[in-house]
């Protein structure tokens, strides 16, 4: 009977102190001084990101509200998101009518608590709304002529900035004017253009370049920097793409990057810098895969990417960062925590000088999530988080505290 009673107690006792995958033993969120501290020491600040949905997970929150002083609504501020098409179809003065429902109470919750937030995003080709681009936002109307688009374009982003502002003022610090309007392969931009525009997204038109112009990258920055001069806001407008730390792209993007602050010009006939920061995504690793993950040339290509943008004169915001792993063995487990500390050496190494380009680190990867399937799961990976599904602090949270914690 006692050995029965010992063994019961092993069965009940061992899966109590399991460790999920990468979890630090003994420790809590709360345990941490904020990270966010650590890393405005080193002139950046560090952000997480949240859906509609995750108002409603307190635990999610909470880790939000200790460790980080920036967030990013993931899909609430963009404009397929905002744009409410009955009341735009019913609009007098043919402007689009937008529904801020759902932003509002995220915006609020973020001010509450006294984080920032990156506005994501005015102008995106990707899942956009047909409707917007055809008369009468009707899904089966013609499009809509040139002059008309341009006239929406510029409403919509106008009527988003001033909004937020007016509502919530000096919280949303920044916004991606545009996201991801740079090509990835040959077929998809004018070989003659060296922006690398997109023509055309997995065999679909680019709506914007299409109906608002060839320009309506650098038209959108015009629009976004006339709108915050106007409010008179301290708000930086950024320029927001994946992959932008391998030489090619940001080769194209520097390129566009030029185009957008040559675009126009103020009374005394010189150039006006519409455009104030790079925002370079950061997934790093395989996309769906191990192979590709916690490569050394990764964080080699992102300082040197950091250096270059810097050059030109802009503010530098590693956006959407997941650090990818796929793997849940304890020594990949382990290479991961190392590779993350490594990486945020580079983001303080970055900021050791007399400037300081590097001024947000944005992290989309904060949560495990090895029952994920499809995009999820290839976007983030399942074991990419620096907290478990079960919201503990895991091995690379650790480490990466422990890196922003020398010298301090």
């Known amino acids: ?41 080193h002139g950046f600040k560090v952000g997480g990101c949240f859906s509609l949905n995750q108002l409603k997970d307190s635990r999610y929150l909470d880790f939000m509200k200790l460790h980080f002083d920036s967030i990013t609504c993931t899909n609430e501020t963009k404009a397929y998101s905002l744009l409410d098409q009955k009341a735009s179809q019913a609009a007098q003065d043919g402007m689009p009518v937008m529904n801020y429902w759902a932003a509002d109470q995220m ?138 730390f391998f030489p090619e792209k940001r080769d194209a993007a520097l390129a566009l990057i030029d185009s957008i602050n040559t675009y126009a010009k103020d009374e005394n006939g010189e150039y006006r810098k519409l455009i104030d920061g790079a925002g370079m995504q950061g997934y790093i690793g395989g996309y769906g895969v191990q192979e590709g993950c916690l490569e050394d040339s990764h964080i080699e290509n992102i300082a040197a990417a950091i250096r270059i943008y810097a050059e030109k004169g802009l503010e530098v915001h590693v956006t959407e960062m997941a650090v990818r792993n796929f793997d849940k063995k304890a020594e990949t487990v382990a290479l991961h925590a190392d590779y993350y500390a490594r990486l945020f050496k580079t983001f303080k190494q970055a900021n050791e000088g007399d400037v300081k380009p590097l001024t947000c680190v944005a992290v989309w990867g904060i949560q495990d999530n090895p029952y994920a399937r499809g995009y999820t799961y290839n976007l983030n990976s399942p074991y990419g988080g620096l907290i478990t599904e079960k919201y503990r602090v895991k091995t690379c949270f650790d480490a990466v505290h422990a890196e922003m914690s020398q010298g301090h």
């Open 1 to 41: 009977m006692k050995k029965f009673l010992c063994i019961l107690l092993a069965m009940i006792l061992v899966p109590l102190s399991c460790l999920a995958v990468g979890e630090v033993d003994g420790k809590k969120m709360e345990d941490y001084s904020p990270l966010y501290a650590l890393t405005n020491a």
């Open 107 to 244: 915006i609020q919750w973020a001010r509450d608590n006294n984080i920032k937030v990156r506005g994501h995003v005015l102008v995106w080709d990707a899942y956009m709304s047909d409707w917007f681009f055809r008369e009468g936002y009707k899904n089966d109307g013609a499009y809509a002529d040139q002059e008309t688009m341009r006239a929406r374009t510029r409403y919509y982003i106008e009527q988003v900035v001033t909004h937020f502002e007016e509502k919530f003022p000096g919280t949303v610090y920044c916004w991606d004017v545009v996201n991801e309007a740079i090509g990835d392969n040959a077929n998809e931009w004018d070989a003659k253009d060296a922006r690398h525009l997109r023509t055309i997204r997995s065999g679909v038109d680019n709506l914007f370049k299409t109906y608002v112009g060839d320009d309506y990258v650098e038209f959108a920055f015009l629009c976004a920097k006339d709108t915050v001069e106007k409010l008179g806001a301290d708000i930086t407008l950024f320029y927001n793409d994946y992959n932008m």
